[in-house]
């Protein structure tokens, strides 16, 4: 591991896509191969007043676009993180409907089930750089 940082944000509710955009068969080849999980189908969202765009991207995983019956996919830039006891990835798409405060978590689990989070909850989310 090359270090990391840490902030804390408050789950809040997305836009309903991200069950869509984790069940494509591209999306879930390319997380499991470049993150090593298999990704619940959805995403939380965290608000908070770290601004995603400051990431070092020198240290991002790429997970690749691209594009099916004629429509694009966007790629995203991955950072491994964990939340608790729980390791996932932020993403951060390369095009977005997001406000820019607005984070997204992936993991291997439904996080909120398993944390026993809800909107609204704060949560700390710590970042791993990597090498």
Request: hydrophobic fraction near 35%; charge should be positive.
């Amino acid at each position: 591991m090359g270090g990391g940082i840490a902030f804390s944000g408050i789950v809040t509710s997305g836009l309903g896509e991200g069950a869509f955009y984790m069940s494509m068969e591209h999306y879930k080849k390319e997380i499991k191969g470049k993150l090593g999980f298999d990704a619940y189908p959805g995403t939380l969202n965290i608000k908070t007043d770290k601004k995603i765009n400051l990431f070092d991207e020198k240290k991002a995983v790429i997970i690749e676009g691209f594009e099916f019956e004629g429509k694009v996919f966007y790629g995203t830039r991955c950072y491994k993180a964990k939340i608790k006891n729980i390791n996932g990835s932020i993403l951060v798409p390369d095009k977005s409907r997001h406000e820019d405060n607005i984070i997204e978590f992936i993991a291997p689990v439904h996080l909120k089930s398993e944390l026993g989070i809800k909107d609204g909850d704060e949560i700390r989310v710590e970042i791993r750089w990597q090498k």
